[in-house]
């Protein structure tokens, strides 16, 4: 592993780890693929897609192919917010503060699909782009991964199906609808957000597709993280790519205008607050890059895929591996749509098709 400094001005320096790839099988492809491990400019979207812009840059000046950002990379992930963990929120009070810290951060997030500025960072720097965003639809938020190709199109996207405890009181959820993995040239390519990935069910609807590079921008900076990616890179027989912030408390604005709640005392401007742990996992369960406590990062491994038919020769969890009369799985794909019309068009066009039928059996 080759440890790079960066060149990314903006902020501190950015350590890349990049994992070459030696033994990789000639007859297989190889992916060079890069976690982003870095902090959102918080209640500044501008600011962040300029950030985002540069590492993407640094990135595919390393080879990068694809290129994975944390969970609510764009937007922000509201740690220690009072409207997140340690919530202290009066219902039906309309002048408690946690409201007003709700507009904010629902200014923050951004329209889908009018993501014209990642698009054109794709298309750029000739990457795929898999970016973690807070996504507004009217004033609703969810917590959201976008699909961006080399050609600058958007491809799509994956809402959050579970927000995770008190995330529910700020985030939507998603729907069956948008659980997409995309065939494209790297290989079969999806993402689950952070601890949506502990359901059972909906990681095998991935495996369904026939995902091969698993991705999980995520929040959780614990030890047993890397348990969980391990364990899905061995059950999926797929490459894992988590990718999480880091974050310091200054990273995020000053008190009072935001506050950390659930640490005690406010913390120093210096306290780590989210120390990362972002990794790259292959199909037999090696660690290739990661993960890495240390600071923002740019965490880069070459993706030998001959490596998936070798892990799934032993362990087919969709295929030979199966028992489907006795365990199988139904997923609704559906868009559940709280409100649906029906246009007066449309009823005419019915009814004289029903009347058209009913002519023709007399």
């Excluded at 890069?34 to 897609?49: I, K």
């Excluded at 502990?198 to 890397?226: F, H, N």
């Excluded at 990362?276 to 240390?294: D, F, K, Q, R, T």
Aim: proline share 7%.
């Amino acid at each position: 592993m080759a440890m790079v400094p960066s060149s990314s001005g903006g902020g501190p320096p950015v350590i890349a780890e990049v994992e070459m790839n030696s033994g990789a099988d000639s007859g297989a492809t190889t992916v060079r693929a890069t976690v982003v491990q870095a902090s959102t400019v918080f209640y500044d979207t501008p600011a962040t897609l300029d950030k985002a812009e540069r590492l993407i840059e640094e990135a595919a000046g390393y080879g990068s192919q694809l290129v994975v950002f944390p969970e609510a990379f764009v937007g922000g992930y509201p740690r220690g917010s009072t409207f997140g963990f340690g919530i202290n929120i009066t219902i039906g009070n309309p002048k408690d503060k946690s409201k007003d810290e709700f507009r904010k951060y629902h200014a923050a997030a951004i329209d889908v699909p009018e993501v014209t500025h990642l698009a054109a960072m794709a298309g750029k720097y000739k990457i795929f782009l898999v970016m973690g965003v807070i996504e507004r639809e009217g004033y609703t938020l969810y917590c959201s991964v976008l699909f961006f190709d080399p050609l600058g199109r958007y491809l799509g996207k994956h809402r959050k199906l579970m927000p995770t405890a008190l995330e529910r009181i700020i985030w939507g959820f998603g729907d069956g609808s948008t659980i997409p993995v995309y065939d494209t040239p790297l290989g079969k390519i999806g993402a689950l957000i952070c601890w949506e990935n502990k359901m059972p069910l909906l990681r095998t609807a991935l495996y369904g597709k026939g995902i091969e590079i698993y991705c999980a921008p995520t929040a959780d900076s614990r030890q047993v993280w890397q348990a969980s990616m391990t364990h899905i890179a061995l059950e999926g027989g797929c490459f894992v790519l988590s990718a999480n912030q880091f974050c310091r408390r200054k990273d995020y604005p000053p008190p009072p205008e935001y506050v950390f709640s659930g640490l005690g005392e406010e913390p120093s401007p210096d306290t780590v607050v989210c120390p990362g742990g972002s990794v790259i996992i292959s199909p037999s369960g090696e660690v290739l890059a990661g993960p890495n406590y240390e600071g923002e990062a740019l965490i880069t491994a070459d993706l030998d895929l001959g490596e998936i038919a070798r892990a799934k020769f032993d362990f087919d969890v969709v295929g030979h591996y199966a028992r489907p009369e006795v365990l199988s799985l139904v997923v609704n794909d559906q868009p559940h749509l709280p409100v649906s019309f029906t246009s007066a068009a449309e009823n005419e066009k019915t009814s004289a098709a029903k009347s058209d039928s009913t002519a023709r059996l007399y």
